[in-house]
């Protein structure tokens, strides 16, 4: 087996860590935007609710959470899949994060702007969803792809709750070849050329919707 | 029946009066002017009347309607008032159109073809068509100026009031604000604007009132206040910075 043949048999796990990452940063985001967008919206009342949610989702190892989730649950009757084990772990965990990323960007926002909004005639949620939201999206970049970026980075976990990614076909495959040197260089090889994919679809989005004189560039 | 009518408005920020009783009144299809020294409350003046800055005590009735009490629709109240800030505060993640568009999208539901079509109807009425699809860092103040007025037009609003319209433009703009100011009025907008700029003034209004010290100290002609009102301080407001104009 040369060492092409080694990557496309890694390349088994591709799809799982690709899916994994994806499901984690679909549920980072929705959380993200869940908790900045409840606390814009100034609800005095959930405001602790979302501050212990960061505070506490900020700061649980992922492995924990996910062991929790995975092999916790099921001791109290809730059975969950592996792929919603790493939703409900990782994802939380980065949509705590992203929620502070979104929470600075907010910050952002011209005030006078939502003003005008305001004068307009537009309710709170509106103004969230079509002035806050928007500029913040493109103020958050950067911020986004660091926690995207550290999703992929702890995708890896998946494997012990049973996902056949890349990090467990190196695994299995080390155990049969002992090629234990060329196969972890072909890992970090994909993981690097998944990173540089990731990096470049966010790219064309933040030019896609790129708008002079608003965001980071 | 007066389409605004403000009696006694007080306001206080904490136990810093800043409007003390005042009254006014305005009249469909016409373009009044307030003017102060700055800081005497004339943005609080007008963010009582959409109920941006809620009013300490007094009444404001807009089209009879007490605008205070609890049973009012307070965005309604705000759809019907446009409203033109000091510093115009277009959207920044939107084209001059989609500025233009939103409201009438959001709050008046209507489709995409719809709304642009009104948009654009405004955006050419104040002469900005051309730059539809350009962002606010893209356009002048002035510009920006036209945006905000085609954004407030375009929600078909009883009275398009305006905060210092002038304060973020260049001096030589005044003549075109004026200008401006005194088409859209003749074809029948009501104008309700505050301002401390004497030469904007002096070429869109006979008559001013005088916001001062919480009240509305004077209502007279320009010419009235600046040589005959009995107070120095208020003759040399308008004294003062005619020669500016
Ligand atoms: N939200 C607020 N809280 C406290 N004080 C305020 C607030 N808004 C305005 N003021 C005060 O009210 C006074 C009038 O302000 P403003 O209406 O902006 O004056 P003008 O527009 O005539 O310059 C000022 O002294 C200002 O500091
Ligand atoms: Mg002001």
Do not use: W
């Not at chain 1, 690097?192 to 933040?206: P, T």
């Amino acid at each position: 087996m040369n060492f092409f043949e080694l990557v496309a048999q890694l390349a088994q796990g591709l799809v799982s860590t690709v899916v994994v990452t994806l499901v984690c940063s679909g549920t980072g985001m929705a959380v993200g935007l869940t908790v900045a967008g409840l606390r814009r919206m100034g609800y005095a009342r959930v405001v602790p609710f979302l501050d212990g949610f960061t505070y506490i989702f900020r700061g649980v190892p992922v492995l924990v959470l996910l062991f929790l989730v995975y092999f916790g649950l099921p001791s109290v009757g809730i059975k969950v899949g592996p792929l919603l084990a790493m939703a409900l772990s990782l994802g939380l965990i980065a949509g705590a994060y992203l929620a502070e990323v979104f929470r600075g960007a907010l910050d952002s926002v011209e005030a006078s702007e939502i003003l005008a909004a305001e004068a307009m005639g537009m309710s709170r949620f509106q103004i969230l969803t079509s002035i806050e939201f928007p500029q913040m999206l493109r103020l958050a970049v950067p911020g986004m792809i660091n926690e995207f970026t550290s999703i992929l980075k702890y995708s890896p976990f998946a494997y012990t709750v049973g996902i056949a990614e890349i990090t467990k076909q190196a695994m299995t495959l080390t155990a049969t070849t002992l090629r234990g040197i060329e196969i972890y260089l072909a890992v970090g090889v994909l993981y690097f050329l998944i990173y540089r994919i990731l990096l470049a679809g966010v790219h064309y989005l933040e030019k896609r919707y790129q708008v002079p004189g608003l965001g980071t560039t | 029946m007066a389409l605004i009518r403000i009696r006694n408005l007080v306001k206080q920020f904490g136990n810093h009066t800043v409007l003390d009783g005042v009254n006014l009144d305005l009249q469909k299809g016409e373009m009044k002017v307030v003017m102060g020294p700055s800081g005497c409350g004339k943005s609080t003046l007008l963010r009582c009347i959409n109920r941006l800055v809620e009013p300490t005590s007094g009444t404001i009735l807009v089209r009879d309607q007490d605008i205070m009490g609890a049973e009012v629709d307070v965005r309604a109240l705000r759809q019907s008032i446009g409203f033109v800030f000091q510093q115009f505060a277009l959207y920044r993640h939107l084209t001059v159109l989609g500025n233009v568009m939103l409201g009438l999208r959001k709050l008046r539901g209507m489709s995409r073809a719809e709304a642009e079509a009104q948009a654009l109807f405004q955006l050419n009425h104040l002469e900005m068509a051309d730059h539809r699809d350009k962002y606010p860092s893209q356009i002048s103040g002035g510009q920006k100026q036209r945006v905000a007025i085609a954004r407030a037009l375009a929600m078909d609003p009883a009275v398009v009031v305006f905060d210092e319209p002038t304060s973020a433009l260049d001096p030589v703009m005044v003549r075109e604000v004026a200008d401006l100011f005194n088409r859209l009025n003749r074809e029948g907008v009501t104008l309700l604007c505050v301002t401390h700029d004497l030469a904007l003034a002096s070429q869109i209004a006979n008559r001013v009132l005088f916001l001062d010290q919480g009240v509305i100290r004077a209502d007279d002609t320009l010419e009235n206040l600046a040589k005959h009102h009995p107070n120095d301080q208020v003759r040399a407001f308008f004294g003062e910075k005619e020669g500016r104009s």
